[in-house]
């Protein structure tokens, strides 16, 4: 029987308003927390992410882990990292997934469900 890969990924974003005297740029930190709720270790091997900007202008980015790492989570443990994103415009989205791969060698994707990058009050 095939296990079922049970990670939860959480997200917090927030506006760096004046991180860029630009003022055609926008700011934005988001905060990942990785949650294995499986039986097995697994370790973050990739990311992927589709960013899309208020205008739908659309960023794809890949990379080997994150922040410089590939970090190992245990059953039961969990991750947080903080990184950033540049837009041309006050509101967007971002969404992708991680590469994992278990313990056992397994590979699978872990979804990162579609989130908001907005400056504040932008929204009604």
């Not at 930190?29 to 992410?49: E, G, P, T």
């Not at 080997?64 to 969990?78: L, T």
């Not at 991750?79 to 967007?92: H, K, R």
């Amino acid at each position: 029987m095939k296990q079922v890969n049970k990670v939860d990924i959480t997200v917090q974003t927030q506006y760096l308003k004046n991180q860029i005297p630009d003022k055609d740029k926008y700011v934005f930190a988001y905060k990942i927390s990785i949650q294995n709720n499986s039986q097995q270790s697994i370790q973050l091997i990739n990311r992927y992410w589709l960013i899309t900007d208020g205008n739908g202008k659309k960023t794809e980015v890949h990379g080997a882990g994150v922040i410089g790492e590939k970090p190992h989570i245990q059953p039961g443990d969990s991750f947080q990292y903080t990184s950033g994103a540049v837009l041309d415009t006050p509101v967007g989205t971002m969404q992708g997934y991680y590469e994992m791969q278990r313990e056992d060698g397994e590979r699978f994707q872990a979804a990162i469900n579609v989130f908001s990058l907005a400056v504040p009050n932008v929204l009604n």
